[in-house]
């Protein structure tokens, strides 16, 4: 009874675990179906995800719940259904997870490829992809900026007709169809049009690009502009090669073509001359003006010296204020001079500079090959002291070298090396010449010039020796040495009871420039035990024109010890009424080239009578130097000069002599 009462139960159950067997094959269907629907809609994987999980989610709840429930009635006999149900319900957690991994892969290739189309569009080489036929299928950005065509114009079209600059031949694109045939790819350098018209160059790279069969499937083509390393590279090659101020050929290219002229002339037998040229007074027009307008000057130089020369010939800027002539073919002596003359002739009109009229003179010096030299150097050299010579003869005219010239500029050198050496010797010495009011005739001062006492030249005289320091860089330490002995005399003159008197020292440059020069005079005066008012320094005007507000300062500072200043050599610079009202100086001297021809030539007449009348207006003494005649004199008492110097009152004499000078005159 019990038996027959359980059989309709157990063919419910039954019927109960088919259905719901059927129901798990239903949902495995559904999840098959979800998959293959999001497979091939991955722009919606998000969604895709988000609809599955929840058709996964509320049957999957259902179907978990129903299998507690039915275990509770199934007891033993439903254990083997509940795992049959298991079984259906880990087949769809398999389905779920296999879906998920799908999914997140899907959603990588898209990241994936998003980045790609990012890089494709931001990179700054310009990209283009055609078909097998040519026709451009896509650009990115970079390739309108660089082209200016916009994807719109480009697409369809083929890049040759659209970018051709007609500076290639037929046989490039024949090389370049051959490379991709056999190699897959070209790289290499192309010239290609703007849409403006403007040609420019491009740096191309060219691919065949396959399908997974190996089958061509398109070409990409990624190309740059380098417009701008070429700019470089040529700007490069510029300066390695020409003046970056002046546009002319350096040392560089100057070799060059001496290296190929000189080898023209020994086959054919045939002159090469170097033309040597150094501006006269540039330095001055430095160091008075500034720098800007004395590069600006030595472009304007180096464009007139080029006008007088032949495309066959080669001017060089060799440095500094200096150029170099090359002339090839010379013919002869002639034909060299009459080229050296056409430089002077450039130069001979004033050149306008910022409200400037500028004054411009050269020296130069010539040599031949093959008599002066056989290669550049030896002839630049040789060139170089010819030069030399033309400037001591007075500048503004060229001279041709001579052997006796080498055997003077190593006379030259070595008095340089002696010079060094005659310092730590003592073999300089001072003399010094008397200064008088031009009325009382009265010794009012004397200036210290010093001398040198070589061992087997004798007495050299400064006009010899003073050059030379300059170009040696000695005459920083000539001067402290001038300054410390003047100061050291004053003091023995005092204490052997002369009257007291200011003794004048001569500044260079160099000296004035010094960072610790005041210190410097300060060290001399204590030394010594001079007092700073019988100390007077002399400065040209060329020195007091370079870098006025330090100047300004320095001389406000030896003011304020109570030195005097004067200017030396008034009259051959470019100083002004106001630029003199602004200096701490007590004193002018008239250049001795005012005073030579002063009484037979009205214009310096006139010249120094007005130095005179504008140095009064500014409470300034005057004293004429190179007095030597006594017309002179009465002319300059007659204009009202203050002091004299001069052989007409006594030439440079020794300290002791110089004693007894002062002595002589003031018992008189």
Sequence with gaps: MAHRLAQPRLRELRTITVAALLAALAWTLVIGASLAWNYWHEEEEHRSLARLETRLGLPHQQIVGQIENDRSLLGGLGA???????AGVGMIGFIRSRARRQIVTRRDDLRRR??????FDQTAEGIVITDLERRIIS????????????AEEALGRHPEDLLRSGRHDPEIYRQIEASLAGQGSWRGEMWHRRKSGEIYPEWLAISLVRDAAGCPEHYIGIFSDISQQKRDAERIRFLAYYDALTGLPNRTLLADRAAKAIAVAQRNGARVAVLFMDLDGFKHVNDSLGHLLGDALLQLVGQRLGQQTRRADTLSRFGGDEFVLLLTESEGPESIAAAARRCLDALSTPFELDGHDIDITTSIGISVFPDDGQTLEALVKNAD?????????????????ETAMNARATARATLGNDLRRALERSELFLHYQPQAEITSGEIVGVEALVRWQHPQLGTIPPADFIPVAEEIGLIGRLGEWVLNEA????????????????????LSALQLRSPDFLDSVRRALQSAGLDAHWLELELTESVLMHQVDSVMQTLHGLSDLGIRIAIDD?????????YLRRLAIDKLKIDRSFIRDLSVDPEDAL????????AHSLRLRVIAEGVEASEQLATLRAQGCDEIQGYHLSRPLPADALAEFIRERFAA
């Design 80 to 86: 083997t259904h509940g795992a049959i149900w298991l």
């Design 570 to 578: 008034f009259g051959t610079g470019y100083s002004s009424l106001a």
């Design 139 to 150: 650009v990115n950005r970079a390739f309108s900026e660089i082209t200016g065509y916009a």
């Design 607 to 614: 010249i120094v009578a007005t130095i005179i009348r504008m």
């Design 385 to 401: 002291t010819a030069m030399y010579q033309a400037k001591e003869s007075g500048r503004n005219q060229f001279r041709f070298f």
């Design 114 to 119: 998003r980045v790609s189309e990012q890089v």
């Design 487 to 506: 100061c050291r005399q004053a003091v023995a003159w005092q204490r052997a009871g002369l009257p007291h008197i200011p003794v004048a020292v001569n």
